[in-house]
């Protein structure tokens, strides 16, 4: 019999009929003698009411004041669940983050656990009940309510699974697991049955957005097995398992690459024959930034003659005008480079531990895009990734053509 | 310069055009240089639509979690109100049942205070600032959140009046005052200035429904003078104090009577002729009260001869047709007595600490009644009290010449 940590978002208890098909979900396992502590957000859409109720009081409230505010929205879930197992048969018991004891800093509104007390979990499992946890949220030490930000809950429930060394944190969400590519543009793409906490840091980071980074980071830390679910009743599958990466793992075995991100809605800024001189990257990057416009990718080249450099960067589509202008003011300020934009691009990475021990990734990766006609505009590289920038049209060709070279495509 | 405690309700804070409002108001107070703790209900309605949630999930939910659910109502609009007070640059923190330190017993869904930690919020105090609590909740010696039971934001905000020895207990309410009778009803009705808690508990009970009956007991108990009035902007007045009754203030000066309470909807049963032995009234008031039907006014007077009894009560109307069956097979069962119904009738209570010391209360009222041909039907009496129950319809007539007769009526 193990102990499972089971996080169910917004969307999954976003209705009273969803609240009942978790509490049957939950129930189910609690029947096979397994202890489960649930962690849930909010209803979907209460935390953006509860926040325009804010708005139009004051339009920046207190921080202390918004999580004061915002957390009720748990608080409601966590009520309705527990009487939904009740109402099984079930015996349930609901904690807020404060009387669960997930203490955390003083950083209201994207507040860091700093100790979580298992006690009243523990006993009340002991005494066959189910916990029900509210996520996203804490308590200082002066017993000031803290949120620890959007997507939170996902950080609270591997936060539950490693106080409580839990055998398993499962989140549950709207898709089956992590695939090796967009199954929406790439009709071959697999389920993952297993990645890395590294692989899934990329992949996350790069739009594959099921699972907050900071739970991913945390479960990589304290090594708590993680798996990424289906929360419909009708796709219950064994989803995705996220392991803590080791040596180990990286063996001959492992594929070459695990998925394929692909992020569109990009911009790409080029400063031609700009002066190779320090701090000439910071002097065009520091307006860019003042202007909370965030830059994605970057590379810089020295040009042939060693005198002037190229210099690129990403930023995503909405902030391109505003970019450009600010780009275009530096360059009339050093009084040297030349501009060049682009904002239909899109950026395909390709990720896997496997291509740590491979030199011939890239080599695979460019060779494919080309027979495909498919320029590159910029290329960015990690230690198990690497990314290309390309004009946006080719963005759902560049991803099939790749997951059918890598091998990634599924047998029929 | 004064400390108040200043309750509003749920209508008071229905919206947030009316959290402003709210906040206006109690940032004068501060602008004046008094220190003010505000105590909140939920926004009107929200209360209700979390029990129709939980309603949907179980039929009889744990209490626990009922409270855990309802509770998140006020803790929403302290959260606002104080934006909106530092939208006003008043700085204000807002404080949850469980954080100001409201320790109640273990009831949940009507909770007893037992006691209230005040540091936090008189260091707030100290240091400038509004304190915001959310009412009607607490929490448990073992930290889970209770409620107090509707209308327990009253009772919340005179405990913390009495435990911070506040000059004063202000109760923002939808009318100006407690009237000598119902305006709708009584044109000539008088806002008092004054009345005692006495008066004001038999006002209470009789349908003058301003203030929760706790709380006005918790203001006799520990002596906090305690003000209602009307929360709304174009009606800004003294209200009505009520002051805790003590011998001195029962003088001469004292008006016969304070108030005329009147209650409709009522039902009478009399059982004539019932065998007068021990036991009698427990054997038909049992199954009534076994039913779950409240009972009122009970009058008994011994017949006669001496063998029998005659025996009425009142119940609401709508427990009429129940009471009456119960009644009718009590009867089959004792094997005598005669049974007389009628369900439309009304009381009609004049209250006043004034009639202790005036023995001729009783009869100016029924002298009143039978001028205006008026039959009494039933009559009870307490030290500061008299009902009389009259048929229904005579119910505005007997309101407005009583109102005539004991000199209630405000002059033009």
Redesign the interface.
Known sequence: MALYVQKFGGTSVGS?ER??KVAERVGRFRKEGHDVVVVLSAMSGETNR?LA??E???KT??P???D??I??GE??T???L???M??QGIPA??Y?G??VGIVTDKSYNKARIKKIDTESVSSDLKAGRVVVVAGFQGVDEE???TTLGRGGSDTTAVALAAALKADECQIYTDVDGVYTADPRICSKANRLEKITVEEMLELASLGSKILQIRAVEFAGKYQVPLRVLSSFEDNEGPGTLIVADSEEQNSMEDPLISGIAHHTNEAKITILGAPDIPGVAAKILGPISDANIEVDMIVQNVSPNGESTDFSFTVGRGDYTKAYSLVEECVAEMGAGRILGDNAMAKVSLVGVGMRSHAGVASLMFKTLAENSINIRMVSTSEIKISVVIDEKFTELAVRTLHSAFGLDKSE
Chains 1, 2 share one sequence.
């Open positions: 009273v609240i009942k509860l109720l804010a139009e009081i004051h409230p207190s202390r004041e918004l004061m505010l957390s009720t608080q409601v966590i009520a309705l527990a009487m939904a009740e109402q018991t609901s807020t404060a009387q017993g000031n309510i």
